[in-house]
Nanobody, 119 residues
Framework: QMQLVESGGGLAQPGGSLTLSCAAS????????MGWYRQTPGKDRELVAY???????NYDDSVKGRFTISRDSATNTVTLRMNNLRPADMAVYYC?????????????WGQGTQVTVSA
């Protein structure tokens, strides 16, 4: 069972920056994709960004040019650097990992970390 532990949420002013980290309990080299979703009250989770095991990245249009996702196989960590934050970015951010588990593919989730953007 994959475990994911997130860190780095908190409060930032509009235009400010935060960095989220997600540490996996297993070697991420074989993980298919890792990334981040976010959710606000009353809404479904929306995909923010992901990175594949070949380092291909994908971003939601709302964060392109402001957010950067990267991974470090040495520390089994995926990082989301968020610059030029906007009030619309305020949400609970969830890390996820899609990984092989025997003959099937499983998805693990982190516990969520709050990002607040306010003056």
């Amino acid at each position: 069972q994959m475990q994911l532990v997130e860190s780095g949420g908190g409060l930032a002013q509009p235009g400010g920056s935060l960095t989220l980290s997600c540490a996996a309990s297993r070697n991420i080299f074989r993980i298919y994709t890792m990334g981040w979703y976010r959710q606000t009250p009353g809404k479904d989770r929306e995909l923010v960004a992901y990175i594949t095991n070949s380092d291909t990245t994908n971003y939601d249009d709302s964060v392109k040019g402001r957010f950067t996702i990267s991974r470090d196989s040495a520390t089994n960590t995926v990082t989301l650097r968020m610059n030029n934050l906007r009030p619309a970015d305020m949400a609970v951010y969830y890390c996820y990992a899609k990984y092989p588990n025997g003959v099937r593919t499983d998805v693990a989730w982190g516990q969520g970390t709050q990002v607040t953007v306010s003056a």
